[in-house]
């Protein structure tokens, strides 16, 4: 299994915050929410700070040149994203949303403190684990164009597959792309969610997760073929039983 490593003083608000983000952002619209994660992402990132969490000096030559590049590519990307806003009347917090990520994968791999990934891996089950419990309950669904679809605790039915593809591969990353039985789980926990949201683009993204994992777990092309044939099956009952 991967290595355990627990948070240091200095980075638990950090962890907590990268294992809530995904749940934030499926009630971003709520100002109440969306202002508090602000607040905790700020504190969070000066408490580390405080307690040398960012020491730069640790990271190698390599790393750190990656670490520039990605920043840049951050400022950059926020002007574009501000830029669209104010021709568009768009809302600010969106850009914040859309640039997150990449903020958040700047923060991880600038730290010292080895334990967020693990972070990140915790927050990527919770919000499949969350999600799938919604299934048996009317809270978690919703209709769209007249069609009764899956939504779990996200507003929308995209954000919900996407959130789920991304949370699947992030658990993959951490776990080193191994089959261990947990990931065979939330595979299928996910695979069901995706399909019943009915989030036809969706099931690319998903797909290209599921390929993208195989291969790094080493799998030849009549191993793939056998996953796709798998996951089609499956995909094929879960449409037929969703029809009905």
Avoid at 133 to 138: G, S
Avoid at 202 to 226: C, D, E, H, R, S
Wanted: aromatic content about 18%.
């Amino acid at each position: 299994a991967s290595k355990i490593d627990f948070p240091r003083f200095y980075a638990i608000p950090i962890f907590v915050v990268l294992c809530l983000k995904s749940g934030v952002d499926a009630f971003f619209e709520i100002n109440s929410i969306k202002y508090l994660f602000f607040f905790i992402l700020l504190f969070g990132v000066f408490f580390m700070r405080t307690g040398r969490g960012f020491s730069l000096g640790e990271k190698s030559k390599a790393s750190g040149n990656l670490q520039s590049i990605l920043w840049v590519y951050i400022i950059i990307y926020f002007t574009f994203l501000t830029l669209v806003m104010v021709f568009h009347n768009g809302a600010p917090q969106l850009v914040f949303k859309i640039v997150s990520p990449f903020v958040f994968f700047g923060l991880v791999i600038s730290a010292s403190d080895d334990s967020l990934p693990l972070a990140i891996a915790v927050g990527a089950v919770l919000n499949i684990v969350a999600n799938a419990a919604l299934l048996p309950f009317d809270f978690g669904w919703t209709y769209w164009g007249g069609i009764h679809t899956f939504k779990g605790f996200y507003f929308f039915k995209t954000d919900l597959a996407y959130s789920l593809a991304t949370s699947l591969l992030a658990f993959a990353a951490w776990n080193r792309y191994r089959l261990t039985p947990l990931y065979v789980v939330l595979t299928l926990l996910v695979v069901a969610q995706v399909v019943l949201a009915n989030s036809r683009m969706n099931y690319l993204t998903l797909g290209i997760v599921l390929l993208f994992v195989a291969l790094k777990n080493g799998a030849k092309p009549a191993t793939l073929l056998m996953y796709g044939g798998f996951f089609g099956v499956l995909a094929v009952v879960f449409a037929l039983l969703y029809d009905k």
